[in-house]
């Protein structure tokens, strides 16, 4: 199956830095990248949408400027938390779409990034 | 409203078991699809099965297996012979038309030897 690289997987900083997540589609061109953060026993809740080339679609409620999202190629994707404070520590997930909506598309998952704010 | 409901928030199984995990959703499209996904502790997002909303057939992987109910929405994974590495987090996710997959609460499993 297709493979999906996230970098880092553990990631502990101080306040007020900005930590950049890498995501890596390996043996496919990724249309579409999407950024996922998960807090402890709950879901998955979508941060924002990247497509090559252009400016990602952020969902309700997330700052674009907090977590600046960068989609230079088709093969990487990268999440930058400015200024981190505590309450962005969480867990970070990316997935890589080949297709970029079609509905039997099987999506494939990074490792996650797990950030701690001190 | 939500569009996927999973309602078991924990659920236990002895070893060699078999374990149903319940997923509803909702949607207006007639185009869709439902995925399932294992979350172990590890972090990562594991696919497991897929099923699309015009397949006739309930989809099978192995020992993993969707019992798709159209008409009642529903899409409820069924694990047989439960393992011991089993055990994680399950979720019941769908993707409708050029949009991105909305997952659900999830479901932990455990498996008791």
């Known amino acids: 199956g297709a493979v999906v690289s996230q970098h880092p997987s553990r990631v502990i900083c101080k306040s007020g830095t900005s930590v950049k997540i890498e995501c890596r589609s390996l043996?496919?061109?990724?249309?579409?990248m999407f950024w996922y953060r998960q807090f402890p026993k709950q879901s998955l809740m979508l941060m924002a949408t990247?497509?090559?080339?252009?400016?990602?679609?952020?969902e309700q409620g997330v700052e674009k400027d907090k977590f600046l999202i960068n989609h230079a190629s088709l093969t990487l994707s990268t999440l930058t938390v400015t200024s981190a404070h505590p309450e962005d520590s969480s867990f970070y997930i990316c997935?890589?779409?080949?297709?970029?909506?079609?509905?039997?598309?099987?999506?494939?998952f990074g490792s996650g990034t797990q950030l701690s704010v001190l | 409203a939500q569009k996927i409901t999973q309602t078991q928030p924990g659920m236990f199984v002895q070893e060699k078991e078999a374990v149903t995990l319940d997923c509803t959703y909702d949607?207006?499209?007639?185009?869709?699809?439902l995925f399932w996904y294992k979350q172990p502790s590890s972090g990562e997002m594991i696919f497991l099965i897929y099923?699309?909303?015009?397949?006739?057939q309930n989809a099978t992987e192995g020992r993993y297996s969707l019992n798709f109910q159209k008409a009642r929405k529903s899409a409820n994974l069924v694990i047989s012979a439960s393992q011991l590495g089993d055990s994680a987090m399950y979720f019941c996710?769908?993707?409708?038309?050029?949009?991105?997959?909305?997952f659900g609460s999830g479901t932990q499993l455990t498996v008791l030897p």
């Open positions: 997935s890589a779409s080949r297709t970029g909506g079609a509905t039997n598309e099987k999506l494939f």
């Open positions: 043996d496919f061109q990724a249309t579409t």
């Open positions: 990247s497509n090559e080339g252009s400016k990602a679609t952020y």
């Open positions: 949607t207006s499209d007639q185009s869709y699809g």
């Open positions: 099923q699309g909303s015009y397949d006739e």
């Open positions: 996710a769908m993707r409708e038309s050029a949009r991105q997959l909305t």
